[in-house]
């Protein structure tokens, strides 16, 4: 049993592969890529992507997929799903679930589910402390066994540096990074958007983007003390820009990630008091933005993350204050990085390698190649083809996005996870 | 000019002329205040309901006299006997008064933007009387209101706004309704609740009354909110007082027949000391009896809109 996929544009930063021809997978595995194979086996699938572009699957290392505790928002299936149809073959999942994943058990739980429910390969990251309450370490040795990639208390920032320092130090032996979620809950002082002009006309507590540069500040200073690779997540504002550029001019261990939202939105979407405009960080100005796009161009900011963060309806359809932070991303995110690429930010070449081989690095996954003998995660996708973005089709439980109505080009055919097609679309 | 408006959420909303509307509907109806039978039919047969999820007497009293004298049926809702409590949703418990028959809602609410929320799903009108730290409209209305009756106009006029800008609903719906008025307004008080995004918005920012009072036509004093959200800004109410509050003193660097304002309830000895709480310039007790005809006007206008 195999799949050819013949005449796609494929191109694979991990090879610096960039031209027409087909690839041929058998069983679960690249088996060629040539300009031309003959289908060898009658039983075979073969997909025509004449015109489309033929990439490594897509690698998500921000992903909340709520499970085990929050299943009305979403599931490992339904995000898998999500995953699949937005061309993603690999989401890394964040530790913020009920209960927490601090513990081996958890992250076992997590895989198992994965494996009999997902579509799509899942790799969880561990809680940095226990219940994410900041005060004592979680077992991350075992955790790291268990299967975890990388260790995080996305959303609860660990405030106690030297806890945080201790983390990073303990963490180092065993190979795996720390991914901080940069806030100093202090400056943020309850806010619920980016303070600034459109937070005073409405009326909202703001936070500052000092809230995030403080914390990205003070983990670089860590990450440079303890020398464990550090790998920011969702960087917002122009000074967080800066600081990343800066130490890694200097030669610390630090990635940097942005999401779509981020790199596209300004705070202006709150108006109305819209809750799908209401993540943490939050949407910030024009200048923000355009920081953040110079960062994506010049090497900066690393990677493309999502932060797919799934609510429900009913918990967004709220007074503001009480509308949980977060936004879906999964099935909009390869839209909206073509944008960068439309607009000649970066090329296509770039936006791949953003999105799959730099992100597998990262957490050490091997993932987001197309070299021979690799497993087969591929995407398929059209770039050119235009779409309007309609969240009542979304394959994740949750609706909840700020791009319904938007017209967007890319257009995702057929993802392929370990030789087997787990999403097409005709 | 018609004044088609569903809803009023927020003097941020309005145009200046269908601000002018509003003041302009008020004047005729303090005129059936002035009248033996205080009560006209025009809302016969309508359902007004005051959603209060954050208590206010004064507010609640007021918009209740102005619904009755436009003879509308009146729903009073508190948080406090609500099934809030029970952990109902703000438009669950909007849609059980439509449900029994509410046309227009009046809306108190401890966070900005609840009326939004709530005029994006009902088809009741929406009154705003108050969110969070957003708007005040009905109350910046009433301080324009008792301007424009003072001063014959209000642009070209210097105000000044002194006190907890920040949290202030009522100071941004005043510097939007005056600003849109041709109102020079300028803003004073410590630096932590007056920040300088409000310069955006079209106030003069200042942290020294006596600099900012000079040559001004109105003050309206803030209330300060003397809990603790309040006193996280400032290190004392007492070192605020010395600093923002109004003495005679620091009124004699404003114009002679300079006005002065506060939405109440007052601190005395806070924002003002008493003898300038009880002075003839003082307008704080024509503020509450304008209050119930801003209201009215308000209230009638929106039942116009709903109905054409
Ligand atoms: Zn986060």
Request: net charge negative; hydrophobic share 40%; with cysteine.
């Amino acid at each position: 049993m195999g799949v050819l996929i013949k005449n796609g544009r494929v191109i694979d930063p991990s090879q610096s592969l960039d031209m027409v021809s087909d690839v041929y997978v058998q069983g679960d595995k690249v088996k060629e890529i040539s300009k031309r194979i003959d289908t060898p086996r009658k039983s075979d699938t073969v997909i025509d992507a004449s015109g489309q572009v033929v990439a490594p699957g897509l690698v998500d290392i921000h992903v909340h997929l709520r499970e085990p505790g929050y299943e009305h928002k979403e599931t490992i299936k339904t995000g898998c799903l999500a995953a699949a149809a937005g061309g993603f073959t690999s989401i890394v999942c964040m530790p913020n679930t009920n209960p927490i994943n601090d513990n081996a058990s958890v992250t076992e739980y997590i895989l198992l589910k994965a494996r009999t429910e997902g579509i799509v390969n899942v790799f969880p990251i561990g809680a940095i402390t226990k219940r994410e309450k900041g005060d004592e370490l979680a077992e991350i040795g075992e955790m790291c066994e268990a299967g975890c990639v990388a260790i995080s208390d996305d959303g609860m920032p660990v405030a106690d540096s030297g806890l945080m320092r201790k983390a990073m130090e303990y963490v180092r032996p065993f190979g795996i990074p720390v991914i901080t979620h940069a806030e100093d809950i202090g400056l943020s002082a309850g806010g619920v958007m980016n303070e600034g002009f459109v937070s005073t006309e409405l009326g909202l507590r703001g936070i500052p983007s000092a809230s995030e540069e403080v914390g990205i500040g003070r983990d670089i200073i860590l990450c440079e003390l303890t020398g464990t690779p550090l790998h920011i997540c969702h960087v917002s504002t122009k000074g967080s820009v800066r600081l990343v550029r800066e130490a890694k001019k200097r030669g610390a261990k630090v990635t940097a990630e942005a999401t779509p939202h981020h790199f596209t939105l300004t705070d202006k979407e709150v108006y109305g008091y819209n809750t799908n405009a209401k993540m943490n960080p939050p949407l910030r100005t024009r200048e923000d933005v355009d920081a953040i796009i110079e960062g994506i161009a010049d090497g900066t900011i690393d990677v493309i993350a999502t932060d797919h963060a799934p609510h429900s309806q009913d918990e967004k359809n709220v007074e503001f204050d009480l509308a949980p932070f977060g936004i879906v991303g999964l099935e909009t995110a390869l839209s909206l990085s073509l944008e960068l690429v439309e607009k000649g930010i970066i090329t296509l070449d770039e936006m791949i390698k953003k999105l799959t081989v730099i992100p597998s690095e990262i957490v050490g996954i091997e993932r987001g190649t197309l070299a021979p003998g690799s497993i087969a995660d591929l995407v398929v996708f059209d770039p050119g083809m235009s779409r309007m973005i309609n969240p009542g089709e979304f394959l994740s439980k949750s609706r909840n996005t700020p791009f319904a109505g938007w017209e967007l080009k890319g257009v995702v055919s057929n993802t392929i996870v370990s030789g087997k097609v787990v999403f097409s679309r005709s | 000019m018609a004044f088609d408006k569903k809803h009023i959420l927020g003097l941020g909303e309005l145009s200046a002329e269908e601000i002018k509307v509003i003041l302009d509907t008020a004047e005729s109806m303090k005129e059936i205040s002035t009248r033996d039978v205080k009560k006209v039919p025009t809302l016969k047969g309508k359902t007004v309901v005051n959603l209060f999820f954050e208590p206010s007497t004064r507010t609640r009293s007021s918009f209740e006299i102005a619904e009755k004298r436009l003879s509308a049926d009146v729903l009073n809702f508190s948080a406090s006997q609500s099934s809030v409590v029970k952990g109902e949703s703000l438009v669950d418990t909007a849609r059980n008064f439509e449900a029994m028959g509410a046309s227009i809602m009046v809306i108190r609410h401890g966070m900005s933007g609840a009326p939004f929320v709530l005029a994006r799903q009902i088809n009741a009108s929406v009154i705003n009387a108050g969110d969070g730290s957003h708007e005040h409209p009905s109350q910046a209305l009433i301080d324009i209101f008792t301007i424009r009756e003072k001063k014959g106009k209000i642009e070209g006029l210097n105000v000044l706004i002194v006190g907890d800008i920040l949290n202030s609903r009522v100071a941004r719906s005043n510097i939007f309704g005056l600003r849109k008025l041709g109102a020079n307004v300028r803003i004073v008080g410590p630096a932590t609740i007056v920040p300088e995004y409000f310069s955006e918005m079209g106030a003069e920012i200042f942290h020294s009354l006596e600099h900012a009072i000079e040559n001004v036509d109105v003050v309206i004093m803030l209330r300060v909110q003397s809990e603790r959200k309040t006193l996280e800004y400032f290190p004392s109410l007492r070192e605020y007082s010395g600093l923002y509050g109004l003495t005679r003193e620091k009124l004699k660097l404003a114009k002679k027949d300079v006005i002065v304002m506060h939405p109440g309830p007052i601190n005395r000895g806070v924002e003002l000391t008493s003898e300038i709480a009880d002075d003839p310039g003082a307008v704080i007790l024509e503020q509450v009896a304008n209050g119930i005809a801003v209201r009215m006007a308000m209230i009638y206008l929106v039942a116009l809109g709903e109905s054409l």
